[in-house]
């Protein structure tokens, strides 16, 4: 497996938008007008990993400050468990460590075993729990982390 990571561009929005409605039921799938706002939030960034040129997964996060925020992430089902996750989530944290985010917070569905796990093998804690969060009420999981901000920042805020 090749993997690459690179940034999101305007002409990757349709695949993108495609694999987040193969990832998620269509209740808590983003619609095409929330995708392309979340891509315009402030801060927003969108790491796409690639897997011998095909789109296998991406990352979508916003930061303001010293806090981010991961919107979502995404894995193409034949692309999963195979470190595709991992990476993007890596990036991303870097990213955001660049910008000076000190703490990265999420959401999470209660009866999702498998994303939670993901995120606490990953450092992510549970903060609390959003009651109704999800369409349909399903509950979710206010889960945080912790960075360091990278040296590069430090350095442009003395």
């Known amino acids: ?3 690459t990571l690179r940034t999101f561009t305007t002409e990757d929005f349709e695949t993108l938008y495609e694999i987040d409605q193969a990832c ?3 209740a808590i799938a983003y619609s095409r007008r929330e995708f392309r706002n979340y891509l315009r939030f402030p801060g927003a960034d969108c790491v796409i990993a690639e897997e011998n040129g095909e789109v296998a997964g991406f990352c979508l996060t916003s930061h303001q400050h010293a806090r981010g925020y991961i919107i979502t992430i995404d894995v193409v089902e034949k692309s999963r468990r195979r470190g595709v996750g991992t990476a993007l989530l890596a990036e991303a944290e870097r990213r ?3 910008h000076g985010v000190k703490e990265i917070g999420l959401e999470t569905a209660t009866d999702n075993d498998c994303a939670i796990a993901f995120w606490q093998t990953h450092g992510y804690r549970t903060r609390g729990v959003w009651n109704g969060y999800y369409p349909g009420g399903r509950d979710a999981f206010s889960m945080t982390k912790m ?3 990278s040296a590069a920042a430090s350095k442009a805020r003395h």
């Open 147 to 149: 960075i360091a901000p």
């Open 96 to 98: 955001l460590a660049a």
């Open 1 to 3: 497996m090749k993997l």
């Open 24 to 26: 998620y039921e269509p």
